[in-house]
């Protein structure tokens, strides 16, 4: 849940995750063509049937938006879906069903993937770079979560109470095996090995023990729990219609025993609900941010996360050394920081200055965030959801020290919840820069940040970067704007266009040579335009074809015909 730290126990890509899953599984098999569970026989085969191509459409159609969400959401999903497909494929090929089938499996979950990517362009061409799995997956954690066995057989994510007897949750797990008999064994087989392979996978991730590093638990565990719910299902299955009539044998108690194990384990969840609340700490991250000054006072600003990636917000960048950070607008994040953002100068520029700071190679990282907005740094350390008073996640040694060694960090706040640096060199997000600013603003490098104090700079066009247009009375001077370099932010002075030129090598600088009203708005490319117009054709198109449709009833006519004698009457059906 490190993406989201207003709540403890889950977050919106959880939630999507554990929402979207079984309903893309759903449609999955029935592009498999598996048939479902209660229409199978007695025979412990599995059973086919291939739907109509217009229903393979249909069901593809679905599948594809279904997928394309849960992209949007949480990409590491992907790999939940990977891990479905290469289990299931394997379970059904050797459970003896025909290489087609088995095999469609990783068809149709490639096929999925590669649709609901595309369906996300040109957001998904982000993730086509270098370190490309980190952006996926997220910042991995040195030495791994180190969660525990226990808490992770209790899918325990946050703060729970009574959370030991969710350990009864795998109880389905054997049971099905040695219960289910006939057309429903195949699926739990199928559920079992999900269960064990996936929750293997998520062990020993959690002790850093795997080439590379997976998505955090909370979305890996969703095939986990899925995978329980499929041997549940067809062990509730098999007693209620296999069993149900016959002999008695060990089988009957047994499952009895396994359904009331599944029960109990399903009480703490239940407990857990009753409030409402599931326990969410009663301050958060966010409520402790409120101190920091609004954008108004004295111009937008950015705000700098620095440390363990687990409590960080948005979406963090890895530094190694057990660091990442993340970047906000303002002093909270909004839905535009939780999304992975495509690489840039600027963001190039940021990841130089933190690890100039974490390595203690320089001593003005204020100086080297002060093109970019950056007016705050905060270390989180405990933020109520994976780090608690009671579990906290240490911070990274020695990044609070090496903080306060900076020169231009100036320290705000310090608890044993979190600790806020003030950047004493910082710029408006939108300012007038200072006569010695503007002409430092001409040179490119490091070099020429460090050596120039660009404090003085005047606050100008409030919220410009969120609404994209803005306007405003200046004098003259060099108007900086704390975006990366590009040519798609305009400046006009009294409907005079002004041209743009690089600032720091980095931003974008505008030279006003005259007073008057400095108008500043965005306007994308044309192929950014014809782009999003025909993504938006596209997701209109599939969701047409997604939708159900009644088939009109064919007409029939019937004809009457008798014998030449008249005795025998025949009627002929025909079609028109």
């Known amino acids: 849940c490190s993406r989201d730290w207003s709540s403890d126990v889950c977050s919106s890509d959880l939630l999507a995750t554990y929402a979207l899953f079984p309903w893309v599984v759903h449609h999955l098999r029935r592009l498999v063509g598996h048939m479902p569970l209660l229409r199978g026989g007695h025979d412990s085969a599995d059973e086919f049937g291939d739907l109509d191509q217009r229903e393979w459409r249909r069901a593809f159609a679905i599948v594809t938006l279904l997928g394309a969400v849960l992209v949007a959401v949480e990409p590491g999903a992907l790999l939940a879906l990977a891990l479905l497909g290469a289990a299931w494929t394997v379970v059904t090929l050797l459970h003896g069903a025909p290489a087609q089938y088995s095999f469609r499996w990783m068809g149709v979950i490639a096929l999925t993937v590669l649709s609901s990517v595309a369906m996300n362009l040109p957001w998904a061409g982000t993730f086509v770079r270098s370190g490309w799995w980190e952006a996926v997956t997220g910042a991995p954690i040195e030495g791994g979560r180190q969660l525990g066995l226990r808490r992770l057989l209790r899918f325990e994510m946050g703060e729970y109470v009574l959370a030991r007897p969710a350990l009864l949750l795998v109880a389905p797990v054997v049971g099905a095996i040695l219960v289910v008999r006939g057309s429903r064994l195949p699926w739990a087989l199928r559920g079992a090995a999900l269960s064990i392979i996936g929750f293997l996978l998520v062990f020993l991730d959690d002790k850093a023990l795997l080439p590379v590093h997976l998505p955090e638990p909370a979305v890996m565990l969703v095939p986990v729990a899925f995978g329980i719910a499929v041997c549940a299902g067809s062990m509730g299955a098999g007693l209620a219609v296999d069993l149900r009539g016959g002999r008695i044998s060990w089988r009957q108690p047994l499952g009895v025993v396994v359904a009331g194990a599944f029960a109990i384990g399903l009480v703490p969840g239940a407990v857990n609900a009753v409030a409402g609340t599931w326990h969410q700490p009663g301050t958060t991250l966010p409520e402790l941010l409120t101190q920091l000054p609004d954008q108004s006072e004295s111009g937008d600003y950015r705000t700098l996360f620095v440390g363990d990636a687990r409590v960080l917000p948005g979406s963090p960048t890895n530094l190694g050394y057990g660091i990442a950070f993340a970047v906000a607008n303002g002093r909270g994040t909004s839905l535009d920081d939780l999304s992975e953002a495509a690489p840039t100068r600027t963001g190039d520029a940021g990841s130089r200055a933190v690890r100039g700071i974490v390595r203690g190679t320089t001593a003005r990282a204020g100086r080297l965030l002060a093109p970019l907005g950056v007016r705050f740094i905060v270390v989180p350390i405990i933020d109520g959801g994976l780090s608690t008073r009671s579990h906290p996640v240490a911070e990274p040694r020695g990044l609070v020290d090496a903080m306060s060694r900076q020169l231009d960090f100036k320290r705000r706040y310090s608890s044993p919840d979190l600790a806020i640096f003030e950047n004493s060199a910082w710029v408006p997000v939108a300012s007038l820069l200072t006569t010695s600013g503007a002409e430092a603003s001409k040179s490119a490098g490091a070099e020429s940040m460090i050596a120039n104090d660009l404090t003085g700079a005047t606050p100008v066009l409030p919220s410009v970067g969120a609404l994209r247009e803005s306007s405003v009375r200046a004098e003259t001077g060099t108007l900086h704007l704390s975006v990366p370099y590009t040519t798609h932010w305009k400046v006009a002075v009294d409907g005079v266009e002004v041209p743009v030129r690089p600032s720091f ?72």
């Open 505 to 576: 090598g980095l931003t974008n600088a505008y030279d006003i040579a005259a007073p008057g009203m400095v108008s500043v708005s965005f306007e994308p490319s044309m192929i950014g335009r014809t782009v999003a117009l025909l993504m938006v054709v596209v997701w209109l198109a599939v969701g047409w074809v997604a939708l159900p449709r009644r088939r009109r009833p064919r007409r029939r006519s019937v004809s009457v015909s008798t014998s030449v004698d008249g005795d025998a009457i025949s009627f002929d059906g025909g079609e028109r």
